[in-house]
């Protein structure tokens, strides 16, 4: 037992060892960590969660849901947090924590895992933000000329035109704060807009839609979407830009995520489904009523926010990209920003291609939710803290996280199928390109 302390204090003492990557770390405060998580959560995401979240659970099965799933998800976030510098040396990403505690299997597993995450959200945030164009079209000129995919088109130029001139996550810094800005334009014009409505319209219908079966369906659907709404899925990514302690610096701005950072999220979903009841729209602002400009500077913001926004969820391709093929030094020399122009713009006109090609990839965005976010979220987070401290738990913890491990894997083969069979339903209405 004695010789056990000695060697815990040794491990304490060890230096703790940086892995190598071009990009900066340990340089950010725990505040711009804070706005790098709440631009996630109050991303332009954020303006569907009325009618995918609250329409197919109602009032009771919304409110709750959200509250517990952003406990959960705190939780989680928490658990991954505390082990970034397990062992004595820091994990700077998801699949080499993952390594480390599993195994080299794991690392592929994992980065397989994430990467499809992360690909998927990029391509939500294409989508809509080629959808918040188009809504802004149709406020002037509603003739049908432009369609969706030309405006995805549009959007992905604009994201490979800051990707090419923003190298790296720690670099963002002053677009956190324009981030900040634009997300409370659409979410203010939103919450005014739809309260306003709200007060005029006759008693709304907040029955939750549907047939029993699909009902059911639905609600498990919804339930990923809880999921989705506050997880990254990355978070070694973004705690590697924190400067130390690094541990306690990420605990402060998980706190200030999960408090400040949900309120702009909980008001616009709460309003916008109490306004319009079980006819919410899966865009708020489609919904809204109110003067032409205030909601053309609403859809903007939504745009442009959806640019910054998808930054930060592609900076583990570009980390890794940049590493493998040690580009180092200004990033405004001539061959780093030649491979930037070529490993990025590559990157991102796949993604657009995508995007335009089956822009109701939602359905699909529902499986990988299921098949990816659930695991990296809650069953690895749980998994990998009860192997690392599988020492250090009392039994009743061992067994809370066994718990944890055991039901979220079941959440995720039950959204997994409710998920499938969305795509089987919507693949009979949809068609490539479609301009919805």
Known sequence: MIAENINEVENDKV????????????????????????TGINSVFVLGYSGTIMVPLGWVGGVVGLIL?????????????KLHEFGGRRHIRYRDLAAYIYGRKAYSITWALQYVNLFMINIGYLILGGSALKACYILFRDDHTMKLPYFISIAGSVCILFAIATPHLSSLRIWLGCSTVLSLIYIIVACVLAAKDGIKAPPRDYGIPGTPTSRIFTTIGASANLVFAFNTGMLPEIQATVREPAVKNMLKALYFQFTMGVLPMYA??????????????????????????????ANISAFLQSVIALHIFASPTY????????IRGSALKFENLCFRIAARGSYLAISTLVSALLP??????????ALSTFPLTFILANHMYLVAKKNKLISSQKL????????????????????????????KEYHVFADL
């Open 15 to 38: 230096a703790v060892e940086v892995p190598e990557t071009a990009h900066q770390i340990s340089t950010d405060s725990w505040f711009q960590a804070g706005f790098v998580l709440t």
């Open 69 to 81: 799933a952003t406990a959960l998800s705190l939780y989680a976030n928490m658990l991954v947090a």
């Open 268 to 297: 616009v979903t709460f309003i916008g489904y109490w306004a319009y009841g079980s006819s919410t729209s899966t865009y708020l602002l489609n919904s809204v009523s109110g003067p032409v400009w205030v909601k053309a500077a």
């Open 319 to 326: 980390e890794y990209l940049d590493t493998k093929f040690g």
């Open 360 to 369: 109701f990839l939602g359905d699909f965005e529902s499986l990988t939710g």
């Open 400 to 427: 809370w996280h066994w718990l944890n491990v055991a039901f979220f894997s079941l959440m995720s083969i039950a959204a997994a199928v409710a998920a499938l069979r969305l795509i089987a339903v919507d693949s």
